[in-house]
């Protein structure tokens, strides 16, 4: 008799273990089957953002952050350190320990919660009496069965043709994770938010890095001001950015890689590193889940299909996170798998994505909620901008970090708040306000009328608001 349960969830990344937590609290019998093994073959749930993604790459940028704040910016404050070095093998090693306390802290949520745990490989094996049966391939064998399925299988790094990952000189997000000595030369093809954190800690390390993009804007997801500052920014720190470029070939040998591209002008350039980060974007990961063995719809991207509930083509198969359509962010997985948890208990979960926030954690960091000005521009929606710089923010210049603005857009109209776009220090902290506003509607004067501490960054999100009406305090 195989072990059956209410919920079974396939992936233990944000998606899939926040889904297992909820469905647990919510009273379904849940098991959780993630494959994830540690450097000792052991389980290490978190999936990518866990393990090769959000977390370790945000304890490389705070080590690199240090780093160059000691050899630039102490001496500001009367401190002198003396030369300053780098431990790269002990900088590695804190993040993996870093890492590590976030997949025990999951194996102890399990237990809270009474999810039972799987480690291995989850696949489909056939649909039979309204349960699905599932096989977990892991040290043992074993089939399991549930009413309900939560897919939550992420996505892998894409690879360029012709330039496979060998996570020696051609690096995906892993092996970029995992260098063991500053390069001399790192090239980056795309300057993502992958592709622009991991070349920011590298360079900060002080290696010469070179950014390759195919798209001939810079961040062309992002509200074009800031976008502009960020590149001017970035510039200035060193990293060398080409836009409009057609990668042409990627050769790989004992003395690193050297890279044949077309420049923005079509001009043949060369350029040889001793490492290259390839950050181009992820795919939705379906590899061995045997989704004909139940007929599971994927499309052409290889992402299960979903409606706006996350529901798949088969009754009581739900999916969530990067596997499936939406932007491939941590907590945009983790509110998926809530929502699904409780649409399973019959409550009526919901996702707002119009007030996801993104952060590029470089430095300055950069966060943004809702519309563009260029996306309202072409919505034909008549709006209201109003920009705030860190300049002329008290804790700003306390930090000795000034860079950047607060901007808002609002309703021509109703004074609704449609965006907020922020470059500077502590964006990614700053951005919540933000979010909280939209969602529950606010106005740009909601805001300009709210008490905010003092001093803090937070001000000048306050006097964004106000300059949306003309009429900033203290600028
Ligand atoms: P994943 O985290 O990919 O988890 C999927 C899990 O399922 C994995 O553990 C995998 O091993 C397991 N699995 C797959 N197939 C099976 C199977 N058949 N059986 C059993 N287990 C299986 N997002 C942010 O929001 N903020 C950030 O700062 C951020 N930084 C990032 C930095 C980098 C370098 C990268 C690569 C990504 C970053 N992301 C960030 C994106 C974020 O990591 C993903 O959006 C997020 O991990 C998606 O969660 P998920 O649960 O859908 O999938």
Redesign the pocket.
């Known amino acids: 008799m195989s072990k059956q349960f209410d919920v079974v969830v ?7 273990y926040i889904a297992a937590i909820r469905a647990a609290q919510l009273g379904f019998n849940t098991a959780c ?4 093994k540690n450097a000792a073959g052991g389980p290490a ?5 866990t393990n ?3 977390i370790p ?2 304890a490389l940028l705070q080590s690199s952050e240090h780093f160059e704040h000691a050899n630039h910016h102490f001496a500001d404050h009367g401190i002198s350190t003396g030369k300053v070095s780098m431990d790269v093998a002990k900088m590695v090693a804190r993040k993996d320990n870093v890492v590590k306390q976030n997949n025990d802290g999951i194996l102890y949520l399990f237990k809270k919660n009474k999810v039972s745990f799987f480690h ?4 489909f094996v056939a649909a039979k009496d309204g349960l699905y049966e599932i096989k977990v391939a892991g040290a043992a064998e074993e089939v399991i069965s549930a009413k309900h399925v939560i897919v ?4 892998n ?1 894409r690879q360029l043709p012709g330039a496979a990952f060998d996570e020696e000189n051609i690096l995906s ?1 892993d092996g970029a ?1 995992r260098i063991g000595a500053v390069p001399k030369k790192l090239g980056v093809i795309g300057s993502g ?2 592709g622009l ?2 070349g920011s800690v590298w360079r900060r390390l002080g290696a010469e890095v070179t950014v390759l993009e195919g798209m001939p804007a810079f961040l062309a997801a992002v509200d074009d001001g800031v976008a502009k500052e960020a590149l001017k920014q970035f510039t200035k720190q060193g990293l060398k950015i080409e836009l409009g470029v057609k990668i042409a070939e990627v050769k790989s040998g004992k003395k690193g890689v050297t890279v044949s591209y077309a420049n923005a002008k079509g001009e043949a350039q060369e350029l040889a590193v001793d490492k290259l980060i390839v950050s181009i974007g ?1 795919v939705p ?1 379906t ?3 045997n989704v004909e063995a139940v007929g599971l719809a994927l499309d052409e991207r290889g992402a299960i299909v979903v409606d706006g509930d996350c529901k798949t083509n088969l009754p009581n198969v739900w999916a ?4 499936v359509r939406g932007p ?6 983790e509110e998926e798998g809530v929502a699904v948890a409780e649409r399973i208990a019959g409550q009526h979960g919901h996702v707002n994505f119009n007030t996801i926030p993104w ?1 590029i ?1 470089t430095s300055p960091e950069i966060a943004w909620v809702g519309r563009t000005e260029q996306q309202l521009k072409a919505d034909g929606v008549a709006y209201k901008a109003g920009q705030f710089p860190f300049l002329a923010n008290g804790r700003a210049r306390a930090l000795g970090d000034t860079t950047g603005f607060v901007k808002i857009l609002a309703d021509a109209k109703s004074d609704e708040i449609l965006g907020v776009h922020i470059i500077g220090p502590m964006a990614s902290e700053l951005i919540s306000e933000a979010v909280m506003a939209m969602e529950f509607k606010a106005s740009a004067e909601d805001i300009a009328r709210i008490c905010h501490a003092h001093p803090s960054l937070s001000e000048s999100t306050k006097e964004a608001a106000l300059a949306v009406d003309k009429r900033t305090l203290n600028f």
């Open positions: 396939i992936g233990g990344g944000p998606g899939g089957i993630d494959e994830w749930p978190g999936g990518t953002c090769v993604g959000c790459s945000k291995g490989r989850g696949s939550a299988t992420g996505s790094a997000n994770l938010v992958i954190e991991m992820r990961n590899i061995g889940l969530v996170g990067d596997v491939m962010l941590a907590h945009k997985a952060v954690y």
